[in-house]
């Protein structure tokens, strides 16, 4: 046992690696899978910027453009920004809570190896007969034609990962509700696992949506039903409306659990409870809701009763104000802090900057009449970037520095985390902003060509060279992770921090605490500092 507790992972058969139930190993497979295909989606992005650097068709013919975009959009958002934060649940949530594991071991294995199944197929999308170019939203009357490429092997991977979604969800909801210590009550439980779970909640309402809409697509193609074909009398805007019916709220799935992880940093590393801890919970679950009722803001362009679109622009300015109650407290919690500007602080704080620019951004795509000029333009892409793609990433990340010393037992190193951060947030930047910049003076997204205009070259060349900063700060990052392997023991606690997790050793014991049952103080809580 005292093996496992110290290397928890290098002495594990390859056996052990297949067939555990362990929910800490199972988080590893979680996140070494995403961290493969979230690199393998950044090279086909910085493939997407080598021929956008400068105008003409130079190395990417267009099918090939057309696959490349799908599969950037389509694993950084499923394989990434999502799948990513079940390596999180899987790790902190049993612990975090008090107990010795999820509460059905065996789902959660099987969860997994869904997981893994769909991204062997994704795999095989790499071949050129078997090239998925249908954008990442799939859109009907082009997914029907051949030249989308084999609908059936996308409809498949989407099934797949819906099962490991609903699976996990069920398993998550019910080790929460059934599986606390003693004295935790739900509003004692971490922000991050309010942030976790309302994202499962998300994902067990909006997934059927999307996984019918695939499946009538797959009917329509090769069945030949008319759900979605004109020609049939089916209507395309409908496929639209049950993919954005999930597909808005996933992108609450993707940032509900970064906002989760800044304020258990922020409380941390600046010794203070969180400001407003009360509200937090409630912004959180509001934003979770309210997610539900702004999907159509993404169809502005594509014909609604004039009432819908009223409302859902009402509801989509709505949802800045939880959000703008959770930065508030972030701020609030800072105030009067002994702040620690470590690696993971800064992650923090650059992802908070991030998402509030992005949520700036969106403000004016909320309403109509500016939404319509810039719609399927590059602002979209870079509002698109700053507001999910950026601010989760950084949040991600900074979850991973944060615990690093739990999961591995050691201590990364501080000077590459830091360098890796600023690299990171300059190259996001100049890469984004210039994106904004070219999509509001009219260039459009999704085009592998686009005319000489000096404005639009520039700027895409400045969008480049900030893909590069950012590729070599995902570069140094993930040298300062494999670097801390062989760092400095950490200790149990070395942030000081009171949450639970905190309190067993690092890494965890295969049965995460030395004795049970678990209880806390009545005057416990995850912030309490004196």
């Not at 972030?330 to 620690?340: D, H, P, Q």
């Not at 060279?465 to 494999?482: E, K, M, N, P, R």
Request: glycine share 10%; proline share 6%.
């Amino acid at each position: 046992m005292q093996e496992t507790v110290a290397n928890p992972w290098f002495r594990a058969s390859f056996r052990e690696w297949i067939f555990t139930t362990d929910h800490k190993k199972i988080a590893i497979l979680y996140g070494m899978t995403s961290l493969l295909f979230f690199s393998v989606a950044g090279l086909m992005g910085m493939a997407i910027r080598l021929e956008l650097n400068q105008p003409g068709v130079q190395y990417l013919d267009p099918d090939l453009y057309n696959y490349l975009l799908t599969g950037h959009g389509a694993v950084m958002l499923l394989w990434w920004a999502i799948a990513f934060w079940g390596a999180f649940s899987n790790f902190l949530i049993p612990i975090m809570i008090g107990a010795r594991d999820v509460a059905f071991p065996r789902l959660n294995q099987l969860s997994y190896w869904f997981f893994f199944s769909a991204s062997i197929l994704v795999l095989i999308t790499l071949i050129p007969s078997q090239q998925i170019k249908m954008m990442w939203t799939g859109y009907p009357p082009f997914v029907l034609h051949d030249t989308a490429g084999p609908t059936g092997l996308y409809v498949l991977i989407v099934i797949l990962i819906a099962g490991s979604t609903l699976g996990t969800g069920v398993n998550f909801i019910t080790t929460v509700l059934r599986f606390r210590a003693k004295g935790i009550t739900l509003g004692k439980t971490n922000l991050i696992i309010h942030g976790l779970i309302s994202s499962i909640v998300v994902q067990l309402v909006g997934v059927p949506a999307f996984v019918g809409a695939v499946v009538m697509l797959f009917l329509d193609k090769y069945i030949g039903t008319g759900f979605f074909d004109a020609n049939t009398g089916g209507d395309p805007v409908l496929y639209q409306h049950l993919f954005w019916f999930y597909s808005h709220p996933a992108v609450y799935v993707m940032i509900l659990p970064a906002f989760g992880v800044f304020s258990e940093v922020l409380s941390t590393m600046s010794k203070r409870p969180i400001f407003g801890r009360t509200s937090m919970i409630y912004a959180i679950w509001a934003i979770a809701l309210l997610g539900f009722l702004v999907w159509a803001h993404h169809m502005f362009t594509s014909g609604m009763p004039q009432w819908l679109r009223i409302f859902m622009s009402f509801t989509t300015v709505l949802i800045a104000v939880p959000t703008g109650i959770k930065v508030f407290n972030w701020v609030g919690t800072l105030y009067g802090g002994a702040i620690r500007l470590n690696t993971a602080m800064l992650f923090t704080l650059g992802g908070i900057f991030m998402f509030l620019i992005g949520g700036l951004t969106g403000i004016p795509l909320a309403l109509p009449a500016f939404d319509i000029n810039v719609h399927d333009s590059a602002f979209i892409v870079g509002h698109f970037h700053y507001v999910l793609g950026m601010a989760m990433t950084l949040g991600a990340f900074s979850g991973v520095y944060f615990w690093y010393p739990k999961i591995t037992g050691r201590m990364y190193p501080e000077r590459w985390g830091k360098i890796s951060f600023w690299l990171i947030l300059v190259g996001a930047n100049l890469l984004y902003f210039a994106m904004m910049m070219v999509g509001i003076e009219g260039m459009p997204r999704r085009y592998v060509d686009y005319p000489e205009i000096d404005y639009w070259v520039t700027l895409n060349q400045i969008s480049s060279v900030g893909a590069v900063f950012l590729a070599v700060g995902v570069g140094v990052t993930f040298y300062a992770w494999f670097k801390g392997l062989s760092g400095p023991e950490a200790g149990r606690n070395p942030w000081g921090s009171p949450s639970l997790e905190w309190t067993v050793s690092s890494p965890p014991p295969p049965q995460n605490f030395d004795s049970f049952p678990v209880e806390v103080a009545d005057d416990w809580s995850p912030y309490k500092y004196h």
